[in-house]
């Protein structure tokens, strides 16, 4: 696999990496990473690397090849996938001489971080965990993403992850706004089908990854807007209460009038709770 990696500053010391959610691209980062920034030098932290690596598919990182991954399942989900993409993360933050990086993933990026945390912990300072599970998908769930895979492919359509773009009963104010939904609708019709159908299957196949919970032993922050249908506060905060029992150094961030998409909706609060991490993972060097 071969993954582009945007990087808004260099600096010293360990870079944060930020991965994106379905079905976007790294561009999701981009108030985020620029409030990050501007937080972090105004307290005065010492320039660090700030990477957005875009997932096989997405933005600029080209279509795996079949052959890098697992065979499919019989159902078409990819059970190989999401830890062949992880190696491909940690490889090229390796190659920036890096050994060591804080982890930041939402949603869909969720599932990669713990993938990277499980399989490769000694490269792991810190992560940030928004809007995600560590669960694997209920049947119903991964059903519904293969049909959504297979119609991208088959019909070289968006059609069915549109939807993410319009506003549904119970959004934020600011996924209701014209801003966000032009926005949104354009990073999604600028995607290729097939690898809105890839990541589909990557994480139709992915592992349950709950039993991560007890091993993380490296500073922590979860983030979860009170407006998300699927990682509300309900299920990500005790999550973080597991991990808080567990050892871990945890902090949990809700954040209010806000839906699935924190980073692009409330990028200054997540900002926030990322800079609090990486000054957290610094004190611990």
Request: glycine share 8%; charged share 20%; with cysteine.
């Amino acid at each position: 696999m071969t993954i582009a990696n945007t990087v808004y500053r260099q600096g010293e010391g360990l870079p944060l990496v930020l991965v994106h959610a379905f079905p976007v691209d790294h561009r999701m980062w981009d108030r985020c990473a620029a409030s990050l920034i501007d937080q972090a030098d105004r307290a005065g932290t010492a320039p660090f690397p700030v990477y957005a690596p875009d997932m096989p598919g997405a933005g600029d990182s080209p279509l795996p090849e079949p052959a890098s991954c697992d065979p499919a399942d019989s159902d078409g989900a990819l059970p190989g996938a999401l830890d062949a993409m992880a190696q491909a993360f940690v490889d090229m933050v390796a190659a920036t001489g890096a050994q060591k990086a804080i982890w930041v993933g939402l949603s869909m990026g969720g599932y990669l971080v713990e993938a990277v945390a499980r399989l490769y912990p000694q490269m792991v300072a810190g992560l940030a965990l928004c809007d995600t599970t560590m669960k694997a998908d209920r049947p119903s769930s991964r059903a519904n993403r293969l049909q959504i895979a297979r119609t991208c492919e088959v019909e070289g359509t968006l059609d069915p992850v549109m939807h993410f773009a319009r506003p549904q009963e119970g959004d934020s104010t600011v996924k209701r706004s014209p801003a966000f939904v032009l926005t949104m609708t354009e990073w999604i019709q600028s995607q290729d089908p097939r690898g809105i159908a890839w990541r589909e299957r990557m994480a139709a196949g992915r592992p349950d990854q709950s039993d991560l919970v007890g091993r993380i032993r490296v500073p922590a922050a979860l983030v979860s807007g009170r407006c998300d249908p699927s990682s509300p506060p309900r299920t990500m905060e005790p999550l973080a209460q597991a991990m808080r029992q567990a050892g871990t150094d945890v902090t949990f961030t809700a954040i209010d009038d806000c839906g699935h998409f924190s980073a692009v909706e409330h990028p200054d609060q997540v900002a926030a709770a990322l800079l609090d991490l990486v000054q957290r993972v610094g004190r611990q060097a």
